[in-house]
């Protein structure tokens, strides 16, 4: 078998992270298929957030390499990694991250006009496809938790992006609405062949996916 990294899709390669002397992780490795959908499950404050951001490359690690379509993340300058993002990265954050002085709208059309393509029928599409019909001039002061969650969705999932990170995306939905969200982030997936990483603690979200990967301090395990 060969220990080349895969060519397409996302690969992480003994990745290491502390905070000054504390080791948040270590020896992490994982490969996720474009078209694939992994799940990482961990207690609370074993670095399931911090794995996200490495693999966004928002986040610095101390050993290891993270690949996504050949192209290593650990080798690109700051504005490198930005365009990046920009092209290939739809990242749901578990505190949404929502521009509070853009309408809902602008909040979601925000990845598509950082690549200069307007497309306000696709916001509309984005909108209604979250159950957000009508919001889109509202601000986000005047939207629920669980509403403000959904427009992070749309955003993630506007552009059509390569690699889907999301951080809890159903952590403030009720049951039918976090299956229907569900059912959005493993389209782009199944559909468009997008690699889909999706931190939870919901197993009802997790057994969507086609592995489990558990998170602890020494390493990643399949279950
Ligand atoms: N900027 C920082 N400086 C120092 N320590 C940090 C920093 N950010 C996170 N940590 C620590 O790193 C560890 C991992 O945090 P992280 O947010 O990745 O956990 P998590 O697995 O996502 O937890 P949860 O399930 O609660 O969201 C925690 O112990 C946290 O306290
Ligand atoms: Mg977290």
């Known amino acids: 078998m060969s220990s080349a990294p895969t ?3 996302l690969s992480v390669r003994s990745l290491a992270k502390h905070y000054g002397e504390t080791a948040v992780f270590s020896n992490v490795s994982l490969d996720v298929a474009p078209g694939e959908f992994i799940a990482i499950v961990g207690e609370s404050g074993v670095g399931k957030s911090t794995l996200l951001n490495c693999m966004a490359a928002l986040d610095h690690w101390d050993d290891g390499t993270i690949t996504h379509e050949g192209v290593e993340l650990g080798a690109l300058d700051g504005e490198q990694r930005a365009i990046w993002r920009r092209l290939k990265v739809g990242f749901v954050f578990q505190a949404f991250h929502v521009l509070p002085h853009l309408d809902v709208a602008q909040n979601i059309a925000l990845p598509l006009m950082l690549q200069g393509k307007r497309d306000d029928a696709r916001v509309a599409r984005m909108l209604a496809a979250v159950g957000l019909a009508g919001t889109g001039e509202r601000l986000p002061q005047q939207l629920s938790g669980g509403q403000l969650q959904r427009v992070a ?3 993630a999932l506007v552009h059509r992006p390569a690699l889907l990170l999301a951080d809890e995306p ?3 939905l009720d049951p039918a609405t976090a299956a229907k ?4 982030l493993t389209l782009q997936t199944r559909e468009h ?3 889909l990483v999706l931190v939870t603690h919901s197993e009802a979200a997790a057994a969507r996916a086609d592995r489990v990967l558990h998170l602890r301090a020494d390493g990643i395990a399949q279950g």
């Open 7 to 9: 060519r397409q899709g």
């Open 153 to 155: 969705i749309a955003r």
């Open 170 to 172: 159903t952590g403030n």
């Open 181 to 184: 969200v569900m059912e959005l």
């Open 193 to 195: 062949g997008a690699s």
